[in-house]
T-cell receptor, first 114, second 113 residues
Framework: EPEVTQTPSHQVTQMGQEVILRCVPISNHLYFYWYRQILGQKVEFLVSFYNNEISEKSEIFDDQFSVERPDGSNFTLKIRSTKLEDSAMYFC????????????FGSGTQLSVL | KQEVTQIPAALSVPEGENLVLNCSFTDSAIYNLQWFRQDPGKGLTSLLLIQSSQREQTSGRLNASLDKSSGRSTLYIAASQPGDSATYLCAVRLGSSGDKLTFGTGTRLAVRP
């Protein structure tokens, strides 16, 4: 069964450093998302992306965050200057066209900011 | 603002029991509701999606119901197995909030052999 692939599975970085989290969505999907889950808290929406542009973003997704689809297969989340509170599991997700299509999640990247 | 609540927060049952997990949401203007399973340190797996016009969905031993007017959904697991042990999350997509999902806090299920 097709799956969403995320790399790396774990990322440790120093506060203030830039990180790029990578995702390969399912190949025929057109809608892409980033969510995150701080330990012990709810899964939170960050951003949705369609047709090569951001379609919606949450208040968490400030100027330090950016997303990009640099080619036909990859979808990346960049955090320019990481903060301690950015430590979380970051999930990429994708779905097909249609308002009632299931969302498929990757297995996540655990980001630890020291 | 949509709030999604799940009870109980944790549940431990012996193998073979039937069980019900509950999800409630404050804004009934939803497009759909999904139930996910999350294993420790892993991603989320979509189990069932119920459209706003539907009352229930079934997949194998799982049955999810939706009562939009009362803002409630239940996930029924029949004949539970140790392999069902995981955290179960419900998430709603509001019609007025783009296509983001709002997640509940989850129910952590342990099925004892």
């Amino acid at each position: 069964e097709p799956e969403v692939t995320q790399t790396p599975s774990h990322q440790v970085t120093q506060m203030g450093q830039e990180v790029i989290l990578r995702c390969v969505p399912i190949s025929n999907h057109l809608y892409f998302y980033w969510y995150r889950q701080i330990l012990g808290q709810k899964v939170e929406f960050l951003v949705s992306f369609y047709n090569n542009e951001i379609s919606e973003k949450s208040e968490i997704f400030d100027d330090q965050f950016s997303v990009e689809r640099p080619d036909g297969s990859n979808f990346t989340l960049k955090i320019r200057s990481t903060k301690l509170e950015d430590s979380a599991m970051y999930f990429c997700a994708s779905r097909q066209t249609g308002v009632n299509e299931k969302l498929f999640f990757g297995s996540g990247t655990q980001l630890s900011v020291l | 603002k949509q709030e999604v609540t799940q009870i109980p927060a944790a549940l431990s049952v012996p193998e073979g029991e039937n069980l019900v997990l509950n999800c409630s949401f404050t804004d009934s203007a939803i497009y759909n509701l999904q139930w996910f399973r999350q294993d420790p340190g892993k991603g989320l797996t979509s189990l069932l999606l119920i459209q706003s016009s539907q009352r229930e969905q079934t997949s194998g031993r799982l049955n999810a119901s939706l009562d939009k007017s009362s803002g409630r959904s239940t996930l029924y697991i029949a004949a539970s197995q140790p392999g069902d042990s995981a955290t179960y999350l419900c998430a709603v997509r509001l019609g007025s909030s783009g296509d983001k999902l709002t997640f509940g806090t989850g129910t952590r299920l342990a099925v004892r052999p």
